[in-house]
């Protein structure tokens, strides 16, 4: 029985439908077939309709940052718990884990005042999550996220009617997805006579101040965590130039070789705490600006598969050369926080030996080509939610880079990502590997649509070292183009309306490739013909070749394209390589 899905809800009522099927070994996840669904959730997410707190309003919910564990909270069929790690604020968040029959349902029963506006919100991460309120005696509301890489406030209001002394107040996640975290519950209105937590505290001025890794134009911060404390402002010469929910940022866009004096401070509910002690962080000297020394100016980007599908079956030395970097698929995750490794499928591949593996990497890099370790797949999902997490992660890649002698890494996570630790970690992994290090990322279309997106923040604080990103323009539903119009997959504008958002958006043509699979085996829908992808990359780079949308400028750096996978390319005589290759190669 597939798992239901949800949409948004129309007319109060739940929408479902079946997942579209993922490449590989990848995890089923819901696809938002909608571009509707894309504006709305972030019309909730960003906007909300909270209502105006008066000054004598008080937050009725009790227990509403799980300090006390799961006391006022009742969770169906055992589903929640607390943890001490992810939180927003305090010691202690509720993580509950939605089941096939069960969507962990978490509820509160809150005293409330007849006749009366209340905002609700709360902070949630992880899968698909719900808030909302029932039995206001008026209309009952809710809203929802999809999956929020980081700590994400879910904001809306209700007026109870002119007899309701309760409403229930609840949360919940999707059958059979992800767990979801949430923390600090508000129910914010007149008091209800019930009793809800104190009042926040002003919470203390950080300390523990220190400078991580550094590049020609960025600044890596940490600090200790503060107990109360619901985020963090960071100020860049005493001017604040940032808001984070953890105990860590990177200051960017900054000048090389030239020192910043940085300080931070918490806030919650009750406000800001004095700023801390000051620390001086010195950049490093211009560099050449993005990473992947080797990787030649168009390239195509393939991934090997580390299992047998059904796919032929190759070994890195079966691998055309019109690919150039080769993304081995897929690392596993160990039972460290952050922490992967690799497995070589020997008894899957034939007999394939550790050691014809490493010398089949050397002697593609002797050939000019890089070969990377992709983190993602059925057996390779691994958060990286916290600073102990995220130098688990940078270690345990480098010391796969040095067993096996990868070239970098390739970020392929799809149950989301925390762009604060990530980013900590790649600047960490970078930091160890020098500039010579390949990092690439494949996103899906839902996870490039804004700036404001975790994958997208991501690859915008690593700018400096980040050499591809190459979004997935398949097993998709409808999405926006940079021109605010709805383009469905399997078209020349699907692929040049989407990459003009990440071309405008920040990154640099050269960290921009289109993603595609090799065959109509290769993904459960998106497959478009090679004629379509290089059209589509004539498009972008000369302007030649275009649908109906045409970018107001040409990108003749674009990087190129990027297929899952070298092996169901071969399965169909290599026809996706042979016909994009040489034609990524011969971009201007």
Not at 3 to 23: D, F, I, N
Request: aromatic residues 8%; neutral net charge; proline residues 5%.
């Amino acid at each position: 029985m597939h798992p239901r899905h949800p949409q948004l809800p129309h007319g109060g009522k739940q929408v479902e439908r079946s997942p579209g099927t993922r490449h590989g070994r990848r995890r089923i996840r819901p696809v938002l077939g909608s571009v509707m669904a894309v504006v709305a959730a972030a019309a909730l997410t960003v906007t909300g309709l909270v209502g105006t707190a008066q000054a004598a309003d008080v937050n009725n919910a009790k227990n509403a940052g799980f300090e006390s564990g799961l006391a006022n909270w009742t969770c169906s069929n055992g589903s929640g718990t607390t943890v001490s790690s992810p939180v927003h604020g305090g010691a202690a968040a509720l993580k509950a884990t939605p089941a096939g029959q069960d969507n962990a349902r978490c509820t509160q029963t809150v005293a409330v005042k007849p006749s009366s506006t209340y905002a609700l919100s709360g902070w949630v991460q992880g899968g698909y999550t719900y808030i909302g309120a029932t039995g206001t005696g008026t209309t009952d509301v809710s809203t929802w996220t999809p999956d929020a890489g980081s700590w994400t406030k879910l904001s809306t209001s209700f007026t109870t009617g002119p007899n309701t002394t309760s409403v229930t107040v609840y949360l919940h996640g999707w059958y059979g997805q992800a767990p979801y975290l949430a923390d600090d519950i508000s129910v914010t209105g007149p008091d209800g006579g019930g009793g809800g937590d104190p009042a926040p505290t002003v919470p203390a001025t950080p300390a523990g101040l220190a400078v991580g890794s550094v590049t020609s134009s960025s600044v890596a911060l940490s600090w200790n965590a503060v107990s109360g404390a619901t985020g963090y402002n960071v100020y860049q010469n005493g001017t604040k130039v940032q808001s984070v929910s953890g105990a860590s940022a990177t200051a960017t866009g900054l000048t090389a070789s030239t020192s910043y004096s940085f300080q931070v401070s918490a806030t919650n509910a009750a406000g800001e705490s004095a700023k801390s002690a000051a620390v001086t962080g010195t950049t490093s000297a211009t560099g050449g600006g993005g990473g992947g020394g080797t990787v030649p100016k168009h390239a195509v980007t393939g991934y090997w598969q580390n299992f047998n599908n059904g796919a032929t079956v190759q070994k890195i030395s079966d691998v055309p050369a019109n690919y150039d970097i080769i993304a081995v698929s897929f690392a596993d995750a160990t039972g460290t926080p952050g922490g992967v490794t690799f497995n070589l499928d020997s008894a899957g591949l034939g007999g394939y030996t550790v050691d014809q593996f490493k010398a089949d990497i050397k002697a593609k890099q002797a050939a000019g080509k890089s070969v990377i370790i992709s983190i993602g797949g059925q057996n390779g999902t691994v958060s990286i939610n916290d600073a102990t997490s995220a130098t688990n992660f940078a270690n345990s890649v480098y010391s796969m880079m040095q067993t096996y002698g990868f070239d970098g890494v390739d970020i392929d996570l799809e149950n989301g990502l925390n762009s604060t630790y990530m980013t900590q970690a790649l600047r960490s992994l970078s930091s160890k590997a020098g500039s010579k290090l390949v990092i690439t990322m494949a996103p899906q279309t839902i996870d490039m649509q804004s700036t404001s997106n975790e994958y997208f923040k991501t690859a915008l604080n690593i700018k400096d070292i980040l050499t591809v990103v190459n979004m997935q323009y398949y097993n998709s539903g409808s999405m926006l183009g940079c021109d605010g119009k709805v383009y469905s997959q399997g078209s020349v504008d699907f692929l040049t309306a989407l990459a003009c958002i990440q071309l405008e958006g920040g990154l640099a043509p050269a960290q921009v490739g289109l993603g595609l699979p090799a065959s109509t085996s290769g993904a459960g829908s998106g497959y478009v013909s090679p004629t379509i992808v290089n059209n589509a990359l004539d498009c972008l780079a000369r302007g030649t070749n275009c649908g109906s949308f045409k970018p107001s400028r040409t990108y003749p750096g674009l990087r190129g394209a990027m297929t899952w996978s070298t092996n169901w390319d071969a399965k169909s005589g290599n026809a996706w390589s042979n016909a994009v290759g040489p034609h990524v190669h011969a971009l201007p």
